[in-house]
């Protein structure tokens, strides 16, 4: 499971049962024109990956949240959806035997944006990603600014220009200042998110203490192993 992380008046854990209707409401305040989880979804991504899903807190409420599950990349590397890689939130497309861990979603309280809360929540992945020996962390990330300029520039244009510094995109400059790399464009991939016009970056972050001599740790504890 992954470790505590704390910064000032930020905590990050493990997501419970419990913490299910406010992350629901909180959801439906980020992103008011995008469906939101639903709870037999939320129910479903704990039983399949506890550790992968997490909570940012801060003065004991819930201001932030993160969801994963474990990959075969292969298997996904071409062009898909978030509905197809995800299994429409389900998480049953997890698989102990993969090396990437996915991220699936990540959302901050709207007022607490700049504060600390969304490097929190990756800083807790990073952790998780070496605690389990996997090799990356691979998302898709939205690209919330492209809408207002999808006029004057493809998509791919748009995310150069915020490569090189001649614009700003709010998820992507954060993650690329996070230390991810930018990989290309998918096409499609939430075509309910029209304000990146239904397109996401991909984007990889390297894990610098994988070790490819060791089998990852959910390998390691899958049942019938030897300890």
Sequence with gaps: MADNVSMSEIFVR???S???????????????????WKREQLRQQLEVFPDGQLVALMNAGIVGAASSLVILWDEWADEHSWKQITATGTF???????????????????ELRGKGVGHELYEGRRKLC??????????????P??????EQMSVELYAKKVLWGDL????????LREGFRYCGIMNNY?????????H????????????????????????????
């Design 92 to 110: 049953e497309t997890h698989n102990p035997d993969g090396y990437t861990l996915y991220g699936a979603e990540v959302f901050v309280d709207p």
């Design 145 to 150: 600014g492209y809408h207002a300029m999808s």
């Design 168 to 175: 700003t995109d709010p998820v992507l400059s954060f993650q």
């Design 190 to 198: 939430l075509p309910e998110d029209k304000d990146s016009c239904g």
């Design 14 to 16: 493990a997501t419970q």
């Design 130 to 143: 070496k605690q389990l020996n996997l090799r990356r962390i691979i998302a898709c990330g939205r690209l």
């Design 18 to 36: 419990t913490d299910i209707e406010a992350l629901l409401q909180l959801q439906t305040l980020v992103y008011p024109s995008i469906p939101s």
């Design 200 to 227: 996401a970056s991909l984007i990889v972050w390297i894990n610098p203490d994988y070790d490819p001599s060791q089998p990852t740790a959910l390998q390691h504890n899958k049942p019938g192993q030897s300890e």
